[in-house]
């Protein structure tokens, strides 16, 4: 029981790091509170939602994991070599990648509603 508590603090804190220490991740959170506002304004169905969910999480996710190969790049090649900037690179395409997907999925979920249809 101890270990899954510090398990969960441990990833408290890798949240927190993700939250407060990147610029990309306070664009994120914007987004997520706009896409929250739109649905509870627009009332998409059950499975819409889901979509919705999984877009966002997606989007957290490759963040996350992007932030997390930046930070183990920099510690592993602290002076710049070119193939450790292609991983950054690679990391953060899969960022976009996911944000565009979210928003095709936010204008496919939204867009129907906004017109007045389901």
């Known amino acids: 029981m101890r270990r899954r508590a510090i398990g969960f603090r441990d990833a408290f804190r890798g949240l927190r790091l ?33 979509l919705l969910v999984a877009a966002v999480t997606a989007v957290w996710v490759a963040e996350a994991l992007n932030t997390a190969v930046e930070l183990l790049t920099n510690l592993v090649s602290p002076e710049y070599r070119p193939l450790a900037g292609q991983v950054k690179d690679v990391a953060a395409g899969a960022v976009l ?9 936010a204008v496919l979920v939204f867009g129907p509603l906004l017109k007045g249809g389901s």
């Open 18 to 50: 993700l939250c407060s220490g990147q610029t990309n991740a306070r664009i994120h959170a914007v987004a997520t509170l706009l896409v929250l506002v739109v649905a509870c304004w627009l009332r998409p169905g059950v499975v819409e939602c889901g």
């Open 97 to 105: 990648l996911a944000a565009l997907g979210s928003v095709v999925t």
